[in-house]
């Protein structure tokens, strides 16, 4: 046997492949679909139908975008990396929320997703106003714009799968338009989808208050003192430095003689500090920093009333999908607050400030989706009502799950019907994906991926 006859070896296969994706990066060779998808073959918790579904997967996403998508995408993170510095994150495509590289469930869950999604809307594309999102998927390679995509075909894939005729882009008669229209019979629905996530200010203070709250944890252990209070920010660098200077002067101190001191910061700051004894060892203490924290609520609002603005003059009222990357969700984990607590605090809340919008039929807001926790299926599910709003938990196959709570306008009656809709779809999305691999001629998603 010759050289060239020799058969290859497994391995030889995998790192020729892996050299191909590093040229890519590279610039050596061009970054195109078949450099995209060749971890798959590579995959673990694929089946070998999985391995077909998601090539076929990575088939679709190219029709859709492009063949040239991924090497146009590639060249503006490098010219977005240059004139923003390393800091300037990835296009969604290249995530480890969505590429095969993670060889993960919940990859293949969003890749497979959103291939059967762009499969059943480009079927009925010259009806259906989905050209208009689809192109601007393909030139506007801003991630926000994929975001909100996403976020289009969530919602309306759900409608689909209930009989509902769907319509990207529908006018609202106001010179403006809506993300998707759903008809049945005699009623309409209209949904705007939009996001809230931290802005640079706020991320800037969060990665100050971890920064900090460690700092001052080893003070604690150095000095043999607790540290208890609430965290201030300043944009001025000279007057954080000495507020921490006071800090921990007052903590040598106190570890030295045991008087209990407070040092005042900037913003409202307020820390005292204390050395531990038999009485205090059982008290509750820490650090805690509103900086953060106390913005949600306005920029939810905020978000409301552009939307509001946006749908002024319709004849039929919206329904705003927002998703929450701000940390709402975040932190009421950590407080350990639950879906129905929440939902008992956001429903009055978001009624109050609906009503000041007349335009808004309500808002469906949800995280991005949740890891399950190992917690059994039969508590994954969950769907409550709360003066007139609903609270939804369902499990989303590559263990996750998705809680969304559904707050309609009080002085519309119609929207408490709507947002029964609403709650039907969301309680039953497990199911969707099953449904939509059947339309498409493939095997359900567990005959795909071991989970």
């Given at each position: 046997?010759?050289?060239?006859?020799?058969?290859?070896?497994?391995?030889?296969?995998?790192?020729?492949?892996?050299?191909?994706?590093?040229?890519?990066?590279?610039?050596?060779?061009?970054?195109?679909?078949?450099?995209?998808?060749?971890?798959?073959?590579?995959?673990?918790?694929?089946?070998?139908?999985?391995?077909?579904?998601?090539?076929?997967?990575?088939?679709?996403?190219?029709?859709?975008?492009?063949?040239?998508?991924?090497?146009?995408?590639?060249?503006?993170?490098?010219?977005?990396?240059?004139?923003?510095?390393?800091?300037?994150?990835?296009?969604?495509?290249?995530?480890?929320?969505?590429?095969?590289?993670?060889?993960?469930?919940?990859?293949?869950?969003?890749?497979?997703?959103?291939?059967?999604?762009?499969?059943?809307?480009?079927?009925?594309?010259?009806?259906?106003?989905?050209?208009?999102?689809?192109?601007?998927?393909?030139?506007?390679?801003?991630?926000?714009t994929w975001v909100g995509a996403l976020l289009q075909l969530e919602v309306a894939s759900l409608g689909l799968r209930d009989g509902w005729t769907i319509q990207f882009e529908p006018s609202l008669g106001n010179g403006n338009r809506a993300d998707v229209s759903f008809i049945r019979n005699d009623v309409r629905l209209l949904v705007e989808t939009t996001f809230m996530q931290m802005s640079d200010s706020e991320r800037k203070a969060l990665t100050f208050d971890q920064r900090l709250s460690q700092r001052l944890m080893n003070l604690e252990w150095q000095c043999d003192v607790r540290i208890s209070g609430f965290l201030g920010w300043s944009?001025?660098?000279?007057?954080?430095?000495?507020?921490?200077?006071?800090?921990?002067?007052?903590?040598?101190?106190?570890?030295?003689?045991?008087?209990?001191?407070?040092?005042?910061?900037?913003?409202?700051?307020?820390?005292?500090?204390?050395?531990?004894?038999?009485?205090?060892?059982?008290?509750?203490?820490?650090?805690?920093?509103?900086?953060?924290?106390?913005?949600?609520?306005?920029?939810?609002?905020?978000?409301?009333?552009?939307?509001?603005?946006?749908?002024?003059?319709?004849?039929?009222?919206?329904?705003?999908?927002?998703?929450?990357?701000?940390?709402?969700?975040?932190?009421?984990?950590?407080?350990?607050?639950?879906?129905?607590?929440?939902?008992?605090?956001?429903?009055?809340?978001?009624?109050?400030?609906?009503?000041?919008?007349?335009?808004?039929?309500?808002?469906?807001?949800?995280?991005?989706?949740?890891?399950?926790?190992?917690?059994?299926?039969?508590?994954?599910?969950?769907?409550?009502?709360?003066?007139?709003?609903?609270?939804?938990?369902?499990?989303?196959?590559?263990?996750?799950?998705?809680?969304?709570?559904?707050?309609?306008?009080?002085?519309?009656?119609?929207?408490?019907?709507?947002?029964?809709?609403?709650?039907?779809?969301?309680?039953?999305?497990?199911?969707?994906?099953?449904?939509?691999?059947?339309?498409?001629?493939?095997?359900?998603?567990?005959?795909?991926?071991?989970?």
């Amino acid at each position: 046997m010759t050289e060239e006859q020799h058969p290859s070896s497994p391995t030889d296969e995998i790192l020729a492949r892996h050299r191909a994706i590093v040229d890519a990066f590279e610039g050596k060779r061009p970054m195109d679909w078949s450099i995209w998808d060749l971890f798959i073959d590579d995959s673990t918790c694929l089946t070998s139908e999985g391995q077909r579904a998601t090539h076929w997967a990575v088939k679709a996403l190219q029709s859709a975008l492009g063949d040239d998508f991924l090497e146009k995408v590639k060249a503006r993170t490098i010219t977005q990396r240059v004139l923003e510095g390393l800091e300037a994150g990835l296009h969604p495509v290249f995530s480890l929320g969505f590429w095969p590289a993670n060889d993960v469930p919940w990859v293949y869950a969003n890749l497979i997703q959103m291939a059967v999604q762009l499969h059943l809307f480009q079927n009925s594309i010259s009806t259906n106003g989905f050209g208009r999102v689809l192109k601007d998927l393909q030139k506007n390679l801003q991630p926000i714009t994929w975001v909100g995509a996403l976020l289009q075909l969530e919602v309306a894939s759900l409608g689909l799968r209930d009989g509902w005729t769907i319509q990207f882009e529908p006018s609202l008669g106001n010179g403006n338009r809506a993300d998707v229209s759903f008809i049945r019979n005699d009623v309409r629905l209209l949904v705007e989808t939009t996001f809230m996530q931290m802005s640079d200010s706020e991320r800037k203070a969060l990665t100050f208050d971890q920064r900090l709250s460690q700092r001052l944890m080893n003070l604690e252990w150095q000095c043999d003192v607790r540290i208890s209070g609430f965290l201030g920010w300043s944009r001025k660098e000279e007057e954080m430095k000495q507020w921490f200077q006071d800090i921990e002067v007052a903590a040598h101190a106190t570890g030295q003689d045991g008087t209990i001191r407070q040092v005042v910061g900037p913003n409202g700051g307020l820390l005292t500090i204390f050395r531990p004894t038999e009485a205090t060892m059982h008290e509750a203490w820490g650090i805690s920093s509103p900086t953060v924290e106390a913005r949600i609520p306005d920029r939810l609002v905020a978000r409301l009333q552009e939307k509001n603005k946006q749908a002024e003059g319709s004849t039929t009222s919206v329904w705003v999908r927002l998703d929450e990357y701000a940390g709402l969700w975040q932190r009421t984990r950590l407080a350990g607050m639950s879906l129905e607590e929440l939902l008992a605090i956001l429903a009055p809340f978001l009624q109050e400030k609906l009503a000041a919008y007349p335009a808004l039929a309500g808002v469906i807001l949800a995280p991005a989706v949740l890891w399950n926790g190992g917690v059994p299926l039969e508590e994954q599910r969950l769907q409550i009502e709360c003066r007139g709003s609903r609270a939804v938990r369902s499990p989303i196959p590559g263990n996750r799950v998705r809680e969304t709570i559904i707050v309609p306008q009080t002085s519309l009656p119609q929207a408490a019907k709507d947002a029964r809709i609403f709650a039907h779809w969301y309680a039953d999305e497990n199911g969707w994906i099953d449904w939509a691999l059947q339309q498409a001629d493939h095997p359900p998603f567990h005959a795909l991926v071991q989970e």
